[in-house]
């Protein structure tokens, strides 16, 4: 009779696993598109151009750091043969980071796989890291690289903001430490009206101030904007209306807007921009400030069209205002997509207008995002409900045994 019964409770647990299994396979394969790029080999034709540039002077190397036959280092020689296919000039080596740890620290190497660019002539010391494998990443990595000059991100400080020295979920430190991989020279500011900020600087970033900044402090905001300097302002829900600088920049924010009510915690469309030109991947934003104005363009909204995000071109600098900030944070940033958008944001504020914006290819099986209902169905099924079959088999078993 025990061996009875066990068949039974082993029969249930395979169905069980069996279905889960299956759900989980047809969710994955839901993705109905992949974007099929113009030749036959899958390179884009200015990616082509550009990457048939890179000779002479400007010959590059990518630098793998990796061991050469683990399976990583074979899936990125291969990625690469497409590009060395059209210019034998492209170098690419592997460098086994266990017997280089010298070469590690110096390129500030933290991960298996990650790629260091640089010029081929090593009188030119510059170079970038690289943490993702697709063809925008490669191209564009590789403009910063030719296009890499003196120019600087300020991080402001104080008035209740997030900072990049800050290692908890709540802080910066990896949006810090990404950027600078990028290329991208940063510094960090306690706000203060008597500044003279170089002519070099030309991002700031206001990382959810909760305090309110005075009339002082956005006059002098005002003035950096004029000067040709762009500014990203992101706020919370939570923090102090932010009257004076809400008043400077024309626009208001409104009510919080919770994505996961709307069936999802992704993002997955956006309005027309060139931010997200051929964006075809999810952004993490669970919970948001709408964003309020009239003479700006949309750059994130909810499908029932709640505003998040807009950006102002002015007549010497831009303007980026989102209604969240937690999707730069250590804890999100590299949740879904969030960093991939947020690399599109600096590249634009910085006038980065030279980018290239492929959409990235759908692997089916890699990643699956599921909607709070489909995440409350699950955790009712295993929690509850399997539990209270397998009580109610046992019970009638108890039952049969008595009689």
């Known amino acids: 009779m025990n061996i009875i019964i066990l068949k039974k409770y082993l029969l249930l647990l395979l169905i069980a696993v069996v279905l889960f299994a299956a759900f989980i396979y047809l969710e994955k394969y839901r993705v109905e598109y992949s974007y099929k790029l113009d030749d036959k080999k899958g390179l884009n034709q200015r990616s082509i151009h550009i990457m048939n540039s ?206 996961a009510e709307q069936g999802s915690t992704t993002l997955t469309t956006f309005p027309q921009h060139i931010i997200t030109e051929n964006f075809n991947q999810p952004i993490y934003l669970p919970e948001v400030r709408q964003v309020l104005a009239s003479d700006a363009q949309a750059l994130l909204k909810t499908p029932d069209n709640h505003i998040l995000a807009v950006t102002k071109q002015l007549t010497s600098s831009r303007i980026v205002i989102t209604g969240n900030s937690d999707f730069i944070s250590n804890q999100y940033l590299n949740a879904a997509a969030n960093r991939s958008f947020t690399t599109r944001i600096v590249d634009w504020l910085f006038y980065h207008d030279d980018r290239v914006n492929i959409p990235v290819q759908i692997n089916k099986n890699t990643q699956l995002f599921l909607s709070t209902g489909q995440l409350l169905i699950l955790s009712i099924f295993f929690l509850i409900t399997l539990p209270v079959i397998f009580i109610i088999i046992a019970w009638k078993q108890w039952r049969i045994a008595r009689v």
């Open 54 to 259: 890179l000779r002479g002077d400007d010959a590059m190397k990518f630098s793998v750091y990796s061991n050469r036959n683990t399976a990583i280092a074979k899936k990125i020689k291969k990625f690469f043969r497409q590009f060395q296919r059209r210019n034998e000039h492209i170098q690419v080596e592997f460098i086994d980071p266990v017997t280089n740890p010298a070469k590690v620290k110096q390129n500030a190497i933290t991960m298996q796989g990650e790629i260091s660019l640089s010029y081929v002539d090593e009188k030119r010391l510059e170079h970038i890291n690289i943490t993702e494998l697709s063809e925008s990443v490669i191209i564009n990595s590789v403009l910063r690289l030719k296009n890499m000059n003196d120019e600087w991100l300020i991080f402001a400080e104080g008035y209740g903001m997030r900072t990049i020295e800050d290692e908890t979920a709540r802080g910066l430190s990896q949006l810090l430490i990404h950027l600078k991989k990028m290329g991208v020279h940063i510094a960090r500011m306690p706000l203060n009206p008597l500044v003279e900020l170089p002519e070099n600087v030309k991002v700031i970033v206001l990382p959810s101030p909760a305090e309110i900044l005075d009339e002082k402090m956005v006059s002098w905001l005002q003035k950096q904007s004029n000067r040709g300097i762009s500014l990203w302002w992101l706020n919370d829900i939570g923090n102090n209306d932010q009257t004076y600088l809400e008043l400077a920049l024309d626009i208001m924010f409104g009510s919080a807007v919770t994505i």
